[in-house]
């Protein structure tokens, strides 16, 4: 167990706005600096950092916490990962550690240290190794020797245990390399290489460790890419290929293509601002991360009808976290990479400069399988037209989009105007009952960390307020501690926070709430920052406090729960009383 003298010096040293500055873009406002949430989509800032407290809180999906959280939910790390890394980062020593976390903990690094080996092995099998295709591949993808160097690219061999034979003389067991995702167990109880008679391309993390590998087959077996599967330090809809060196490039810039060497080729062209997904479809948490360390994205896919699909989805993600998107339009090539080859650095940046915009990529999507020549296609094209100019948000940049399309397909703006107007009532008419609808399912869902809430809105409430008052005013715990027994809170989740603070106040001078954060969970954590996030909208007075108190104390004299009596058992006891 940690010590709390060792967790307050090490968020001391590590301060909450330099540890998102990492991550995200932040913007100060008055006391406080607010970011598009890293956890959740979102067009508008609802993310706060308080500097005062070294919390932040999100007030659209209710992430809070201090530096530990943020960084556990950042990194998807454990507690015990956490602290280690923020150890690392301000140069303090780890003490001794909790026997199963610290056994967590030495699993990631194995598989980190696996990885690491693997890729030495791949790189030197590559150079080195007697099996010269892979060598022989890259050569004709016309990739430089430094380019091969900088991404560390591999050949796994035609073999099924060079590599798993390899990390034995290493010292690593079976099990360890199976966690790792570089071997396999068959049915049989056989150790086998993951990866065979395969390019390698190592995935590298923003820290610069090697978290799993990409294989493309040299031959026309299947599947012709092949990844590393999750692992304690690899997940796929989390990480970028390149990304390690897209974020240190000096262009506002991203482009998004569509794979390994796409990216290599577009990089070694001169463009280090490029990323590509791993083997799947762009997902939110990716187009987040993007959205951290750029403020446009050229989407680079190839040309074809599933490129093309992938476009449209793509453009939807980054719609929903706010970032402006561009589309390249690749014509004389299938790809980026045969499209530098065939005609050089020079024309593909001028293919980036003029990469249209999302709009008018879906306005032309409307038109496709459809004849212009019948009534009907013209009629379906408008249709489809007018949905795509109702999505608009901002009304002047739809009205030169409206003007502008009622041009093209020869109606009259004020008519083409009046449809588009009517469907913008229609969808934001729809878009608040949709939001109603899902306000009310929230409501009828169990709060799974406070679940007598919703049984005890004002008893909950009066809680919470008791909460706030401490939180801004610690210096009064004693006299709210021997007016209040904790006995008296009816939830269960408040009356741990309320514990909590009034037993953590005498040891410390300056109590602030990044000092709960060993006794919650990451969750738990988001819903006390809550808590103290919107105290600072109104402050709690003694008046309040006396009131909330006052509501407590009758509240128990009427439920009357046993001492002991969990919050199963209190939830029994009003099940009976609503049968009567």
Not at 201 to 213: A, C, E, Y
Request: hydrophobic residues 35%; proline residues 3%.
């Amino acid at each position: 167990m940690l010590s709390e003298d060792f967790i307050y010096r090490l968020r001391e040293a590590n301060d909450i706005t330099s540890a998102f500055g990492m991550y995200v873009n932040l913007k100060k406002r008055g006391r406080t600096h607010v970011c598009n949430c890293p956890f959740h989509s979102e067009k508008t800032p609802s993310c706060t950092v308080f500097p005062d407290t070294q919390s932040f809180y999100c007030f659209g999906c209710g992430a809070g916490g201090d530096v530990i959280t943020f960084t556990m939910k950042m990194e998807n790390l454990s507690y015990i990962e956490a602290v280690r890394l923020l150890a690392q980062r301000c140069g303090m020593e780890l003490p001794t550690e909790n026997p199963e976390e610290a056994r967590n903990a030495r699993r990631r690094v194995r598989c980190l240290e696996i990885n690491r080996e693997a890729a030495n092995f791949f790189y030197k099998q590559l150079i080195s190794g007697k099996d010269k295709r892979g060598l022989e591949y890259f050569a004709q993808r016309k990739l430089q020797p430094a380019i091969v160097k900088k991404y560390g690219l591999g050949f796994a061999p035609d073999d099924w245990h060079q590599l798993r034979d390899h990390l034995r003389s290493k010292g690593y067991s079976d099990e360890e390399m199976v966690v790792a995702g570089v071997c396999q167990q068959s049915q049989n109880g056989n150790i086998y290489d993951n990866f065979r008679n395969r390019v390698m391309f190592p995935i590298v993390d923003l820290r610069g460790n090697v978290i799993g590998f990409g294989g493309r087959v040299l031959d026309d077996s299947k599947p012709k890419y092949l990844n590393t599967g999750k692992s304690p330090v690899f997940d796929k809809g989390r990480n970028l290929f390149s990304m390690q060196f897209a974020k240190n490039a000096s262009s506002t810039t991203m482009i998004l293509a569509e794979g390994y060497m796409d990216v290599i080729a577009i990089h070694q062209a001169g463009f280090e601002n490029v990323v590509a997904t791993l083997g799947t479809a762009i997902t939110p948490d990716q187009a987040r991360l993007i959205s951290q360390y750029a403020k446009e994205v050229v989407i680079a896919y190839d040309s074809d009808g599933a490129g093309q699909a992938a476009t449209q989805k793509a453009l939807n993600h980054f719609s929903a976290v706010g970032l402006p998107a561009r589309i390249l339009k690749i014509e004389g090539a299938k790809d980026p990479d045969e499209f530098i080859k065939k005609y050089g650095t020079e024309q593909f940046r001028i293919l980036i400069d003029h990469a249209g915009d999302a709009l008018n990529f879906r306005l032309d999507k409307c038109r496709e399988g459809l004849d212009l020549e019948t009534e009907i296609g013209k009629t379906e094209l408008l249709r489809r037209s007018v949905n795509v100019l109702a999505a608009i948000s901002n009304p002047l940049e739809r009205d030169v989009y409206i003007t502008r399309t009622a041009k093209e397909l020869e109606i009259r703006v004020d008519v083409l105007r009046a449809q588009v107007d009517h469907t913008v009532r229609r969808n934001t008419s729809g878009t608040k009952k949709s939001q109603f609808r899902a306000i009310e399912a929230r409501s009828l869902q169990k709060d799974e960390i406070n679940p007598l809430a919703q049984q005890f809105p004002k008893e909950s409430k009066a809680e919470e307020q008791i909460i706030s008052y401490l939180l801004r005013f610690p210096e009064e715990y004693e006299m709210v501690w021997n007016n209040l027994s904790p006995d008296y809170f009816i939830t269960d989740f408040h009356r741990r926070v309320y514990e909590a603070i009034c037993l953590m106040m005498p040891d410390y001078a300056h109590f602030n709430l990044s000092m709960l954060a060993g006794k919650f969970s990451v969750e738990e954590m988001g819903r006390i920052s809550g808590i103290d996030a919107k105290s600072r909208e109104f402050t709690v007075d003694r008046d309040t406090l006396e009131e909330c108190i006052r509501v407590l104390k009758e509240s128990r004299s009427k439920i009357r729960p046993s001492e002991q009596m969990s919050d199963d058992d209190l939830l029994a006891v009003i099940a009976q009383k609503k049968k009567k």
